[in-house]
């Protein structure tokens, strides 16, 4: 990986941590999430007017990758529903990694060196590790499985948009296009909202807003880079957001243990250091 490529995905790891901060701070969940569903929808329609349609073989993905982002998304509200930001998020984005690389290699060929492999490892442990006590036992059950299976949820979306965006032929137009789809998204959770879309307060719209420009950007500089570098390693790069996300945790929301947080936090960055050397 290039350091463009390198730093293009952390800026994205940041973004994704903000976003998924938003959601869990917000007093309504669901009407942010069909806010940012909405910004999506926005940027996406900027981005097709701008861009070369996707070759044919790539709508497929499309189409898949749509409908199992809806299911990330809600697996995702009731994820933040049921437990912490430091909980959730590590346990979620911690199982894409190895996930997506395997994935990779069975249906792109892409067979990384041992080193990368051991990077790759190291980093999910780190990423687990910041889950904190969930695997004591001091956590219910249904938080760790809610996360669990929306962290197979994220390395689904992650493979199928790694291969399809290699066929379209366009980055911007495969992204695009991904994004206007997801107004079905947002008119299912907004029909789900009812009459409680007139309540809707000012914070909350601010947050959704924001928060569907933020997470538009994320992804969008994750699918790009998805393009020219290897899957598993720009999946695995991409998971450092748990690092911002357990300081955003700590600082923002006031969670802890901080201490344990840190020291999981330096595990994901010698995992990312060793994937590093393993791409010179």
């Known amino acids: 990986m290039t350091t463009t490529a390198v730093s293009l995905v952390l800026v994205a790891a940041l973004l994704h941590a ?15 999430l ?20 996707p070759a044919i073989e790539s709508w497929g993905y ?32 911690g199982m894409s990694p190895v996930i997506v690389a395997l994935g ?12 990368a492999w051991a990077g790759i490892i190291v980093a999910s442990a780190g990423i687990f590790l910041l889950s904190g006590d969930v695997f004591r036992g001091k956590t219910p059950p249904i938080v760790v499985i809610t ?3 929306t962290g197979v949820m994220i390395a689904s979306y992650s493979l199928v948009d790694g291969l399809g965006v290699r066929l379209a032929g366009t980055s911007l137009g495969y992204i695009g296009w991904l994004f206007v789809f997801e ?37 969008g500089l ?9 899957l598993g390693m720009v999946s695995t790069l991409r998971e450092t957001s748990v690092v911002f996300a357990a300081l955003i945790g700590a600082i923002w929301l006031g969670e802890r ?24």
Request: one cysteine or more.
């Open 222 to 230: 994750v699918i790009y880079v998805k393009a020219i570098a290897p």
């Open 257 to 280: 243990p901080w201490k344990l947080r840190i020291a999981a936090s330096c595990i994901v960055a010698c995992g990312v250091v060793i994937m590093g050397l393993a791409a010179i």
């Open 147 to 149: 996360a669990l299976v």
């Open 104 to 115: 990779a290699q069975f249906f792109a060929g892409e067979t990384l060196p041992p080193m």
């Open 183 to 219: 107004a079905l998204a947002a008119g299912v959770i907004f029909a789900k909202l009812g009459r409680g879309v007139r309540l809707i307060s000012r914070r909350t719209l601010v947050l959704g807003l924001l928060g569907g420009l933020v997470s538009a950007t994320a992804y």
């Open 34 to 53: 069909g806010l940012i569903n909405l910004g999506h929808v926005a940027f996406g329609i900027g981005l097709v007017l701008i861009s070369p349609f």
């Open 18 to 32: 903000i976003w998924n901060a938003f959601v869990k701070s917000a007093s309504d969940r669901l009407a942010v």
């Open 62 to 93: 499309i189409a898949a990758s749509t409908v199992i982002h809806f299911g990330y998304y809600f697996l995702l509200y009731h994820s933040y529903r049921l437990g912490d930001l430091s909980h959730v998020y590590p346990i979620a984005r």
